[in-house]
């Protein structure tokens, strides 16, 4: 292995993860990166946050240098410079020295293709136009905060999770912003009512949301830019952010013959080789094993790339103790002024999509103990599969300990664990931090109710004039912030005393603020001898998001 | 079971959990609580908080009341009702009416038995002394509360995680504080290094803390109450608050012939029923199975009470479908100021004690991106089994996101995980959660790193003079914060070009601020050969933990 020469196209995430780890494991390997931009292993996911502001520091997100890559690693960087193709036979790759315009070719015992993955650009009328910015690496930032001044209008184009984050950022530098998204919802990979809460936070802070529209033409004029959407709708912006996606950089691996998958990603296998043995391949470019079902999955995310560059180099390296990439499981977060929201795993509409058994319970609670000073609503969602119990997937809103809620839910899913684990889960409490039932125990607690025949829940409120409506809530609140379906109102603590004012033969759904007293009051219905359906979730009417909760913990 | 009765002594945490879920299963069964204090279901862990004046509203603490639990549970709750006796053979306890002094006998068809623990008193001289409070319930913190004052002197004995909460309270609240811990540390469960971070936070925050030492006796004076300690220090208090431990409260069962266990906890099997089939019991008073090994323990903590009175009803009720109590884990946490420390399943010393195998790694990251404003160093070790790699345990300190790592830790260990499985969490990664690789991915690498032979590691800086330590850290820095002992200072970016500094027959420890670079430093010379050990965890000499951590990245 003395002279092993690795070849690493790409030195972001996931190419320079791969060298640095290959230095450790060997001095005397000659690895050379060569990246097209300028910079190497910067901070992608800062990008936003320069331009509204939050990160002050530009240097901060220039992680590493090609300067302190070579002292620190004795790695040959090559910036500005494109691997234009790969002789597989010869084992070597053309070059594109992107400032003389000269190229080269340099040999490889084993390439490590981490090219990443570009913003799409749909080729519609008008894309060409200056005024729209797409958002990859550090001189887009720079060109979007040159571009970018108080009071200007700007229209982000796609409510992911880039397109939520550019939407808060140009906002808090001064813009006025309007938010464009295809799918009815922010957040397409979260289901609609879990991203319901970001939409109504950008709608707070007078972002303007347009869903279930997408842009048809660009229409330039000299003082701005007008945006036609496929409905007719005509938004006005004196800059325009693209963020509807990304498509993988895979044109040099598919010119070399390498296999692809169906969106275009170079196919590895568990040490990230590609169909070359020779060649590897890491990052936003790649599909990988999924880590719920037994198919494949692509995650472009800076984790998932900077961990496959690790197991390729191990695999290079470390012989049998390599241990492979287990796939990739898809975790998600995105804050957006005060609300955040979170997914790890399948969700429930693309579950419905692959035609998959699932059950799922959405709970409400408090992120911390609800008598300790701040506590915030925060509601959960999970889904398991009904066989067997075991997770498929979580979401979770709300404002505070949702990056927890999510992490501990990933790893569970990660572990194979049931939704009768949740239950016990042992997590810690203090006031500060949690409740000695936190929300993920209550999940449990919900889902094994349900599986146990202890609870039928609906999330549509009935609409058949047969149902009896019983909203449980207190009578002042029932008033203030009634029920859009016609309810008779009979307060918690009376309802045993009132079973005589329902009628036993005809259904009943019974509803309250946040679906746990709803839930209590279809166990004693149920034990009287009613059919009868919890509404899950709450009404959720008379919840200000940004005052403590107060929820009932009988 | 239409006829059921249900006696359950302590209307707390396990016993109006019980009696909760008991009637959500069973609307026709007669639950009684018989509860010794006045109040029942009250937030026994905000206590402390309501006496320096953090939580303000006293109301918020008692959760449930007599009149809540009859009108949404139909319980019949007799509180300052005490249980004297259990009469086995004729399925009934008497009970005591503390105000009236009149005593009854209660039949039952089940018995749930919760009457907690209770503070631990020595016998020591002075021990009666009116200024000597334990915190228990909501009348001890009314008169904590009534008796501390601005100015005024307190003596903490016992630096748990109650007693380090009630120091930090009552420093809040304008008093001088003195702690004192029999142990040679604060949070006892942790090991001592875990535990340090607590400490500097309690001195930074002049309060007075005493380790190495006890109450010897207390000394009344008129105006004071005079400590004095085992070495012969003498402190002088207006008030002692003693948190030194609890005992289960478990005479009765004890009196009634129950089975318990070597510390005079209930012995209860998977489902809580005690010795007597007709008996069950749950929480602080009785000792469960371990969740990491098969061997009991006693968590005295409310999420394991609550989950164990939730058990015993289902079992009653559920027939088949009811689940065992999967046994405790012992997961805890404490804010000190501005700092955190928490644990999940066993320590070092924990293991060390019981002649387990193990192996161990620490490793310090910032809580979230670095490169995002108000990024916080943050301490995390984990515990394994060097055989399977199955987690045994896991400590974390710092300022932010304790609570997270914690939690995915004990997560992980439940499920159980191995180290491995660390190293591909895919956990929630934007700019102000987290990093693309977590702190938690990290401690997944440095421990396969070790098992995988790459590194060595040690905790205590050489004395042998024959031992080469090589400071890697940049020169002004080793300059202005220098290593204990003799080093010879390579800065890491000059390492591969000074091996001729060394001598490659004598052994090398490599040190430097965060031990990250140390093991850099170690993996370079080793594989130009020399026996080389990394010191684990850095010298940390330079770090304010006040201020954002630079953490290198390479």
Redesign the interface.
């Known amino acids: 292995m003395t002279s092993t020469k690795l070849l690493v196209v790409g030195g972001v995430?996931a190419g320079a993860s791969f060298a640095?780890r290959a230095r450790?494991?060997?001095?005397?390997a000659e690895i050379m990166i060569v990246e097209r931009g300028p910079d190497v292993s910067f901070?992608n996911?800062?990008l936003p946050?320069f331009v509204g502001g939050?990160?002050?520091?530009r240097d901060?997100?220039a992680?590493?240098t090609p300067a302190?890559?070579q002292?620190?690693?004795?790695l040959d960087v090559r910036t500005r410079c494109e691997a234009i193709q790969i002789d597989r036979g010869k084992k070597r790759v053309e070059l594109r020295h992107l400032d003389s315009g000269a190229s080269e070719w340099q040999s490889y015992d084993k390439l490590m293709l981490a090219p990443g993955a570009s913003p799409l650009r749909p080729p519609i009328p008008g894309i060409d136009d200056a005024r729209i910015f797409t958002l990859r690496n550090l001189q887009d930032m720079d060109r979007i905060a040159a571009a970018t001044d108080t009071g200007m209008r700007a229209v982000v184009i796609g409510a992911g999770?880039i397109g939520l984050?550019m939407a808060e950022q140009l906002h808090r530098k001064g813009l006025s912003v309007q938010l464009v998204e295809l799918q009815k919802q922010v957040i397409p990979p979260l289901d609609a009512p879990m991203a319901a809460l970001l939409e109504s936070e950008l709608r707070h802070n007078e972002i303007g949301v347009t869903l279930g529209d997408g842009i048809a033409r660009f229409e330039p004029t000299p003082d701005f830019l007008r945006c036609h959407l496929n409905s007719g709708k005509v938004l006005d912006a004196d800059l325009v952010i693209l963020s509807i996606g990304v498509k993988p950089d895979s044109e040099i691996a598919a010119a070399a013959g390498l296999e692809l998958g169906p969106r275009g990603h170079v196919v590895v296998d568990g040490f990230q080789r590609t169909s070359d043995p020779d060649i590897y391949a890491a990052g936003d470019a790649v599909e990988t094993a999924d880590?719920v079902f037994d198919s494949k999955t692509a995650?472009p995310?800076?984790?998932?790339?900077?961990?496959q560059g690790?197991v390729a180099a191990d695999h290079i390296f470390?012989g049998e103790?390599a241990?492979p990439?287990?796939g990739?499981?898809?975790?998600?977060?995105?804050?957006v002024f005060d609300v955040?929201a979170?997914i790890?795993g399948w969700s429930e509409k693309r579950l419905q999509a692959a035609g998959r058994p699932y059950d799922t319970v959405t709970v409400n609670d408090s992120h911390h103990?609800?008598?300790?000073?701040g506590a915030k609503p925060l509601t959960l969602k999970v889904l398991w599969e009904p066989e067997s119990g075991r997770l498929l997937g979580a979401q979770v809103c709300g404002y505070e300990g949702?990056?927890?809620r999510?992490?501990?839910l990933?790893?569970?899913i990660?572990?194979?664990?049931t939704v009768?684990?949740l239950?016990?889960?042992?997590?810690?409490?203090?006031?500060?931090?949690?409740s000695?039932?936190?929300v993920i125990?209550l999940a449990g607690?919900a889902a094994?109710n349900r599986s146990?025949g202890?609870v039928k829940h609906t999330t549509e409120l009935p609409t058949d004039p047969q149902v009896q409506v019983v909203d449980v809530r207190p009578k002042p609140l029932a008033e203030a912030y009634p029920a859009p379906v016609p309810v008779i109102n009979i307060p918690?603590?009376t309802l045993?005393a009132s079973l005589g004012k329902l009628d036993p033969s005809r259904p009943v759904v019974t509803l309250c603020a946040f679906g746990k007293m709803s839930y209590?009051a279809s166990?004693?219905l149920t034990?009287?001898g009613f059919d009868v359906t919890s509404y899950s979730g709450g009404l959720k009417a008379n919840v200000d998001p940004r005052t403590p909760a107060k929820m009932?913990?009988?």
């Open positions: 995430a640095a450790r494991l060997c001095e005397s901070a996911c800062g946050y939050e990160i002050a520091a901060a997100l992680v590493q302190t890559l002292s620190f690693l004795n999770f984050e880590r995650v995310m800076g984790g998932p790339a900077n961990r690790r470390l103790k241990r990439y287990p990739s499981l898809g975790t998600g977060i995105v804050r955040v979170g790890t103990a609800s008598y300790y000073p949702i990056d927890k999510i992490d501990v990933a790893t569970a990660l572990g194979g664990m009768e684990d239950c016990h889960l042992e997590l810690a409490y203090a006031p500060p931090f949690g000695a039932k936190d125990n607690f094994c146990d202890l918690f603590p045993r209590f166990r004693i034990q009287n009932p913990t009988a």
